[in-house]
């Protein structure tokens, strides 16, 4: 038998299939300016997080005591705090930290809650229960207050913290997958997968997955700015990240009572990035589900 994937129409096949992936990415993008402005964020984000470390004028760590609570100037852009520490230094830095947690923690979730969901509303009966009850088990708390229990009984690591918030993000996940599967699971494509020797965990990673992607995608990008919020909150707190490492609700938390003696400077620009990257992830989400959506490929 001839390898179609080694094959002139096979390797031409899927140049033309990439080629139209990527007009239509291009396409999307463009139509809506909001969207491309969007991921245009979300690159700098991005490139901040992945070479930021490496590129910051100051050490984010180093104090200077002859440089302590310095106003924004062009030797230091958004000033220093009460430790002599660059602010425009740490903010960057803080960047990996954050969206390594958002990025982490919304894998899990995805890996817990959306499987899980997709699983109860397709094959119903006891599996559909059970995680049903897991779920209204985790809602009847306050999600905040089930994240701060969960780090402190844990302890306050990032691991802890990335756990912590795929948990109380876990029902969000269950019920937005469970709808669709339940929708779709008796739809025409999934009787004739069915009718074709198709078996029912094919049919749900092959079938209903891909269909539901749409919606899960504006849940994923939803729940990477309320992660990133939510490790902000914990920090802020003193149940996140532990100082001196560059983290956004620390740098909040530090600069929050010097506000009042007129050193704005300390918690706005980390306040600011948080801002930015929840607003950011916020305004992604119309564009990732336009990005995956069959429908819309042509």
């Known amino acids: 038998m001839t390898d179609i994937s080694l094959s002139p129409h096979g390797a031409a096949a899927a140049k033309a299939q990439s080629n139209s992936i990527f007009r239509h990415a291009r396409y999307v993008v463009a139509e809506n300016p909001v969207t491309g402005a969007a991921f245009g964020l979300f690159i700098l984000i991005a490139l901040c997080a992945l070479i930021g470390p490496y590129v910051v004028p100051y050490d984010p760590l180093a104090s200077d005591t002859s440089a302590t609570l310095a106003s924004p100037s062009f030797k ?30 919304v894998m899990l979730v995805f890996a817990m809650g959306g499987f899980a969901g997709i699983a109860a509303g397709f094959f119903g009966g006891w599996t559909d229960r059970i995680v049903g009850r897991i779920s209204d088990t985790i809602m009847a708390f306050p999600l905040f207050v089930l994240a701060m229990g969960i780090v402190a009984a844990l302890g ?19 019920r937005v997958a469970r709808a669709e599967a339940n929708v779709r699971r008796d739809a025409g ?17 092959m079938h209903i997955l891909p ?15 309320y992660a990133i919020l939510n490790a902000a909150g914990l920090s802020f707190i003193g149940l996140g990240v532990r100082p ?44 990732l589900r336009d990005l995956v959506d069959p429908q819309r490929r042509t």
């Open 76 to 105: 230091h852009w958004f000033g220093t705090d009460q430790l002599g520490r660059d602010i425009f230094s740490r903010v960057i830095v803080a960047t990996r930290l954050d969206f390594t947690i958002a990025i982490s923690s």
């Open 156 to 174: 306050n690591t990032v691991t802890n913290i990335v756990l912590a918030t795929a948990i109380v993000n876990f029902p969000l996940y269950v």
């Open 189 to 205: 494509f999934v009787q004739a997968a069915r009718l074709s020797g198709n078996g029912d965990f094919r049919i749900l990673l």
């Open 211 to 225: 269909n539901i992607m749409p919606i899960m995608m504006v849940q994923i990008s939803l729940t990477m700015g």
């Open 244 to 287: 001196p490492t560059p983290e956004w609700g620390i740098m909040v938390a530090e600069g929050a009572g010097n506000i009042i003696s007129g050193e704005w400077w300390i918690a706005l620009f980390p306040g600011a990035a948080l801002m930015i990257a929840v607003f950011c992830f916020n305004l992604l989400g119309d564009g």
